[in-house]
């Protein structure tokens, strides 16, 4: 498989997911904006969820894409990871405005983020092994069953069954029970 420019393999469909994105955000803010009520709540709740596609599955939406374009494994890692980032800093800057920059830095190991971090990681095996696949039947020689691919696969697993079968709903209070324990009971400002 022959690589493509650059902007083509990554830089391309990664804004195009970011514009994406973006977009959705802006109309779900904006949403409460029109007067008609009905109206505003179906773009609202539109806009959120394609947000949301956005940033929980965009290394579905992005590594096959690379992949596909030529991408070198590590181009379709930071691909795949670039808007969940985006969007975890974007959280990050808003709790700013009411945290210290401590307690917001400490905001960005919230149980949703390690939560969208662990999907993306089980999305990227999983899409490692689907490109593998693909190249196989395509007749290339190569291994489909890739270790670091099937490694990934079992730690976002692992962690999934830790999240929600170990402590499961009781992660957001260790989360706040941790906050408590650095940070005391009031909010910094």
Known sequence: MEAQPCSKRIVRPVAVLFLIAALAFIGFNNASRISNENLFHIIAVVCGVVHMICVVFSAAIIYPVAYRRGAG??????????????????????????????????????????????????????????????????????????????????????????????????SFYAFQEGYKAIFGFGVGV
């Not at 490692?128 to 099937?150: F, T």
């Open 73 to 170: 494994p590590g181009e379709r890692i930071l691909g795949s990871l670039f808007v969940p980032i985006a969007w975890m800093i974007k959280e990050f800057v808003v709790v700013t405005g009411v945290y210290t920059f401590f307690e917001s830095l400490y905001f960005t190991l919230n149980p949703v983020n390690i939560f969208i971090l662990t999907l993306t990681l089980l999305q990227l095996g999983i899409a490692e092994l689907c490109g593998r696949r693909r190249l196989k039947r395509r007749g290339e020689d190569i291994r489909v069953l890739a270790a670091p691919a099937v490694l990934a696969i079992v730690v976002a697993v692992g962690i999934f069954a830790f999240l929600l079968w170990g402590i499961g709903v009781y």
